[in-house]
């Protein structure tokens, strides 16, 4: 067959698996290949378990020749991003402190993806404990942008969205904490989806920031995104905040792309001074083409959204500092013995492991939320924050009373070079400007390619926000838009990416 | 600092202390709940399991997990909060209290901080004297336990000194409720007294609340002692110091009496008391310095994350309140009133431990008295012997229900057995013979009715005895006792003595 298995979508594996037009362990070998070939260069794997993907693909081959009925998703391999927690395979978090942490249970998402059936090819590369928007921060080298392998695949989960930019597999597993799903997927022209809080369970999510974190699809269009994203969703028992609902009929929303008489919201805001014109210019054409498609447009304003990002810089560590306490040494994980000391004690230790286990981002963090939770500090600090992150949620709640969806570019800019922001915390941190303002108020977001910008000729991204719990709205406009700009482009955005020459290093 | 040169382990005498000085109490206690599963997992919660089987990723603190609230403990610590009069909050959340200890699996314990469950109020705690102290309660708040730390190589077990530690996460994640006093004062030197009322009477409320098996020994209650002094008529308070994991009613009287007695010494020598948490040496009944502790320990509290509030409707509220018991206080004077008991023996019941068992009995259909006799007589001395368990452990070992008192009562009031009879039957029944009509049975215990049998025994008797009979015939009435015992012996026991005396008297004198 003349069908390049590692460029199909995850809809296109499921009918030619259904239709036994394939098996999954040729799919599988197939992504495998394509990691030997192109992951050298590309980096977006901290571990791939070829045995394990193999194993659950040829089981599911079995199955399905034995006329069992099968998931839809069954034998479609996925990627996931090391923040999950996976029983028997490594999970670094990007990070030395973990090295060697091999968990003895599985995320829900991990369990509701194995029983689906779906092979996981391996775990994907990210800023240590997701701190980033880069992959710059993981202690284990970044991951490049598979359109400019100078540049940056975003973050800080740049493996999961540069694992699918480079055809190595066909769906991954993001986590998003203020963009972290989004912004990767703008950068490398793939799709992203961080779903409305709670609806994806967060039990085995290794947490950054509780209140913040949310699990979502990355994909290569967006009925893949909608099909994972229902896999993903729904509530579990494990996750006290896990919303007890079904999941929102985001697929059925994605396969009827219909938008006629839907309110687009423009975020003043979030458009304009500051966006990289090109960004700036792929945007303007998305929107009109929303209004052919029968959308009506309106711009709101949430003025709050100018604190978003000062909250989120206290939201954000405060809780990442309690989170990232448990990381001591005592129970798993790395241990450092401080040098010079003969019996040291436990708390010597502690301190040991951290100072040598933890990269300068996350101590960074750690530092400012110690300080933003201290006594004396609270109220000006943590206290003030929560009142923005109010007030963000009821800038949200005005514009949808007069919008049905928000939409924005997801990032200011294409992606950057390396190197260029890593030295200024702030630069870095104002990449996530039109990403973070979901991430407080909790309602769900979806980053699709909206072309090239014409200066650089990398991709930029178009982001749709939508109320809590009506993430099938995403869907429905991310489709629309999808269908009209294939139509304008002929064919996939990726398929102007650079040929990755494959070499053979190896991953 | 000079006041620090000041030797702090000298006391001064009782009389000086109260001569001079006002204590300020607040007592905060810890109770581990009995719910069959932890605070924020299904782990098991069984006392003394092997280290570390009664773990998981959530108990663990392992990456990725993430607490669910047990109900049955917010309902536990409802409960709780309605007998101690408490106002109930309609709204409340878990903070994070972060702190780093080896034995705290996520350096956070999961705890309240300014929305306890439960707030403002009092339990009132009867003393000696037969009047009521009461202690305002400041909150109460549901928490979880740490693991537990074992220093191994030192001589005191103390991390001191050791070589190495152990942690065992077995308790890690038990649900502890933590009931917090407000500052207690006007205790003059009824202090040590009221410390220990209120850790006995909460004591025995948790217990009739069926919430926690509250063992001070094994730790599933543990009380900390906040004390001050101030000077007599001021009403600022002193700096406080913090006597940590006081763990017997005993020890609560004496750590509170210790400290004032110290604390007095370094005031009284113009030194200045140092904050800090102290800890208390059962053996020898002093406190040593622990750690400097100031208002200043930071905590970071924040509300936790991972949690969703908890928020009982009032509906759930008043539901729980129904199901609360009557306060132990309340119960036993009630009981003392029904079962016509003296102060003294309604004392002896309550510190056998025997209300609930002679209420069963009586419920039985046994006699008060009849119950309160055979409970606390031979099968105290027996359980006592047993390395003191409980009478009720005792008898529920060996099966010794409150029908064999019913039935050992009915056997004497039927005139089959005489009381020394009655005994050797419960004896038999202590021994495992069986039920007390089978023991006598097998036993042979049955009252001669024969009056014939018994005239012939008192003729052998006075005769054998003339001098003796000459006094009972002489006036000396009480003489007859010394007959009467023959009379018994002659009769192997087997005879109702009333009757013999009856017999020995209407032959003697008339």
Redesign the interface.
Known sequence: MTTDLTRASAAELSDLLAQGETSSVEVTQSLLNRTDAVDGDVHAYLHVDREGALATARDIDARRAAGEELHRLAGVPIAVKDV??TKGLP?T?GSKI?EG?I???D?TVVTRIKQAGMPILGKTNMDEFAMGSSTEHSAYGPTRNPWDLDRIPGGSGGGSSAVVASFQAPLAIGTDTGGSIRQPAAVTGTVGTKPTYGGVS??????L???LDQAGPCTRTVLDAALLHEVMGGHD?????SINAPVPAVVEAARRADVKGMKIGIVRELTGDGFQAGVQARFDESVQHLVDAGAEVVEVSCPSFEAALAAYYLILP??A??NL????A???GMRVLPEGID?PS??QV?AATRDAGFGDEVKRRIILG?YA???GY?DAY?GSAQKVRRLIADDFSRAFDTADVLVSPTAPTTAFRFGDKIDDPMAMYLNDIATIPANLAGVPGMSLPSGLADEDGLPAGFQILAPAAADERLYAVGSALEQRLLASWGGPLLGRAPELSTTTKGA | MASTQIDTEATIAWDDVLASFDPVMGLEVHVELGTNTKMFCGCATEFGAEPNTQVC?VC??????????NETAVESAIRIGLALNCEIAEWCRFA?K?Y?Y?DM????QTSQYDEPIAFNGFLDVELEDGTTYRVDIERAHMEEDTGKSLHVGGSTGRIHGA?H?L?DYNRAGIPLIEIVTKPLTGAGERAPEIAKAYVATLRDLLKALDVSDVKMEQGSMRCDVNLSLMPKGSDTFGTRTETKNVNSLRSVERAVRYEMCRHGAILQAGGTILQETRHWHEDTGITTSGRPKSD?D?Y???PE????PVAPSRETVEALRATLPEPPAQRRKRLQGEWGFSDLEMRDVLNAGLVDLIGETVEAGATPAGARKWWSGEIARRANAEGGVSVADYAAERSITPAHVVELEGLVTSGRLNDSMARQAWEGVLDGEGTPTAVADARGLELVQDDGALEAAVDKVIEANADVAQKVRDGKVQAAGALIGQVMKEMKGQADAGKAREIILSKLTS
């Open positions: 999950m927690a999970t978090c973990l942490w968990p003895p249970y995320a967060r039990y085995g999510l290794v947490a920031a509780s209140s028992p494990m996750d006290s905040t405060s809780e500092s309690s306490a448990k990381f001591d005592m129970r798993y019996d436990a708390e502690m110690t939770l201290s006594s609270y943590y | 990723p663990l603190g392992l990456p990725g997990a993430l607490p669910v609230v994070r972060n780093f080896p699996p996520k350096n956070f070589t530690s942690v200043a930071d970071r509290y924040f994350p991972d949690l969703v």
